[in-house]
T-cell receptor, first 110, second 118 residues
Framework: QQQVKQSPQSLIVQKGGISIINCAYE??????FPWYQQFPGKGPALLIA?????SEKKEGRFTISFNKSAKQFSLHIMDSQPGDSATYFC?????????FGQGTRLTINP | ETGVTQSPTHLIKTRGQQVTLRCSSQ?????VSWYQQALGQGPQFIFQ???????GRGNFPPRFSGLQFPNYSSELNVNALELDDSALYLC?????????????????FGEGSRLTVL
């Protein structure tokens, strides 16, 4: 049972552009929504996270938009850089148990 | 402050064998979770330990078992290895609260142990 659906599977963006990754969840009991960045051969690293009582959170070039009624949330990467090329996972959490999306492989072309 | 460390980083086993993976949690964290990440997939929750007790389990068979020690380090044991067990096994630690309610959401992952089953 896929509880968190992520799209697209892969994304190519030009340097300086905006990267947008979308996720949808089913279980309304989730109370924490993090995004992780993973480079090849490495473990996932926490990028940014949001709780469902907030509609938007911004940290530097990274912004999460959260729509509780639609059970959707998205990651926006502004001014995308080649160093942002990685796989990104959204997740939904309850009691620190994460359900991950399938991942998005992001490539930033110079 | 040291992060989450896992060992070994890579290992190769054959079908039917048993494996033990180890994890040292981040300083100050008393909760450890284990995830399995198959190639090209998102991590899947195996189980979580809080103060040496199992505190939730995902959809994995009983041949996947774990331990948490008084210093909050942890082990993942897998018996009767199958080819499909080949994956990156990730350990994550998180802070709990003294009252027992796990109300913080941040998990910090180690680099993982890459298991190949032949």
């Amino acid at each position: 049972q896929q509880q968190v659906k992520q799209s697209p599977q892969s994304l190519i963006v030009q340097k300086g552009g905006i990267s947008i990754i979308n996720c949808a969840y089913e279980n309304t009991a989730f109370d924490y929504f993090p995004w992780y960045q993973q480079f090849p051969g490495k473990g996932p690293a926490l990028l940014i996270a949001i709780r469902p009582d907030v509609s938007e959170k911004k940290e530097g070039r990274f912004t999460i938009s959260f729509n509780k009624s639609a059970k959707q949330f998205s990651l926006h990467i502004m001014d995308s850089q080649p160093g942002d090329s990685a796989t990104y996972f959204c997740a939904a959490s309850r009691a620190q148990k994460l359900v991950f999306g399938q991942g998005t492989r992001l490539t930033i072309n110079p | 402050e040291t992060g989450v460390t896992q060992s070994p980083t890579h290992l190769i086993k054959t079908r039917g064998q048993q494996v033990t993976l180890r994890c040292s949690s981040q300083s100050g964290h008393n909760t450890v979770s284990w995830y399995q990440q198959a190639l090209g997939q998102g991590p899947q929750f195996i189980f979580q330990y809080y103060r040496e007790e199992e505190n939730g389990r995902g959809n994995f068979p009983p041949r996947f078992s774990g331990l948490q020690f008084p210093n909050y380090s942890s082990e993942l044991n897998v018996n009767a290895l199958e080819l499909d067990d080949s994956a990156l096994y990730l350990c994550a630690s998180s802070p709990g609260t003294s009252g027992g309610a796990l109300n913080t959401g941040e998990l910090f992952f180690g680099e993982g142990s890459r298991l190949t089953v032949l």
